[in-house]
């Protein structure tokens, strides 16, 4: 069972992972609670999280480097989920890329994409975006108000005869096939976060 930590490249072991991108700047227990969801929901053996080197669509200018927000990753990440710098080891900033790689990695894995419905009403910016459709399986979680807009867009109307409205049955056939997943919407966000942290820093400096 692949839970613990990433395997090293080749590994032949079965399983369901589910993919958490994103720059973790930094990560939050709404990443925890998304990464839980997901693996009930879904039948997940484990959640890999992406820290990303650099987010082509994300200034750089409040980003911690990499090496802080991975750690802060794995600080927070509980049982079954693995925060990995895999993109960093790659030499990967293109989510496209980076699946088509994992796929040809862990061939006998099986692989869902886990993402924010705010993510696929922005899909269409992102590098090659179908690709993602056609490699890995997709999973969309509710997070209002970007919903409707999500589910309107682009993306989703192109790959509408790919969805099935019951989660688990994305495993029956391979890419393209997504679902959308109805949550809890977790309070948390990196960017309320980043705010508090810098506030805090003002108010109270270090000696």
Same mark, same amino acid.
């Given at each position: 069972?692949?839970?613990?930590?990433?395997?090293?490249?080749?590994?032949?072991?079965?399983?369901?992972?589910?993919? /958490?991108? $994103?720059?973790?700047?930094? =990560?939050?227990? @709404?990443? +925890?609670?998304?990464?839980? #969801?997901? &693996?009930?929901?879904?039948?997940?053996?484990?959640?890999?999280?992406?820290?990303?080197?650099?987010?082509?669509?994300?200034?750089?200018?409040?980003?911690?480097?990499?090496?802080?927000? /991975?750690? $802060?990753?794995?600080?927070? =990440?509980?049982? @079954?989920? +693995?925060?990995?710098?895999? #993109?960093? &080891?790659?030499?990967?900033?293109?989510?496209?890329?980076?699946?088509?790689?994992?796929?040809?990695?862990?061939?006998?894995?099986?692989?869902?994409?886990?993402?924010?419905?705010?993510? /696929?009403?922005?899909?269409?910016?992102?590098?090659?975006?179908?690709?993602?459709?056609?490699?890995?399986?997709?999973?969309?979680?509710?997070?209002?108000?970007?919903?409707?807009?999500?589910?309107?867009?682009?993306?989703?109307?192109?790959?509408?005869?790919?969805?099935?409205?019951?989660?688990?049955?994305?495993?029956?056939?391979?890419?393209?096939?997504?679902?959308?997943?109805?949550?809890?919407?977790?309070?948390?966000?990196?960017?309320?976060?980043?705010?508090?942290?810098?506030?805090?820093?003002?108010?109270?400096?270090?000696?």
């Amino acid at each position: 069972m692949i839970t613990r930590s990433l395997p090293p490249f080749g590994d032949r072991r079965r399983g369901r992972i589910g993919l /958490l991108g $994103g720059s973790f700047n930094p =990560a939050h227990d @709404g990443h +925890v609670h998304l990464s839980s #969801e997901a &693996r009930k929901r879904l039948g997940l053996h484990a959640v890999w999280w992406l820290v990303s080197p650099q987010n082509p669509l994300k200034s750089s200018l409040e980003m911690a480097p990499l090496a802080a927000r /991975l750690e $802060g990753a794995r600080a927070l =990440a509980g049982p @079954g989920i +693995v925060a990995t710098d895999v #993109e960093q &080891r790659l030499g990967m900033t293109r989510t496209a890329r980076t699946l088509a790689r994992l796929v040809t990695h862990y061939p006998n894995l099986r692989f869902v994409w886990l993402m924010g419905a705010d993510n /696929l009403a922005q899909m269409p910016k992102w590098w090659r975006w179908p690709r993602i459709f056609k490699t890995v399986r997709v999973a969309v979680f509710d997070r209002s108000p970007y919903s409707y807009k999500a589910l309107a867009g682009a993306a989703a109307q192109r790959f509408a005869q790919a969805r099935t409205f019951r989660p688990r049955t994305i495993w029956r056939k391979g890419p393209p096939a997504w679902t959308y997943i109805a949550m809890r919407r977790h309070p948390a966000s990196a960017t309320a976060l980043r705010k508090a942290a810098k506030y805090l820093g003002d108010d109270h400096p270090s000696h």
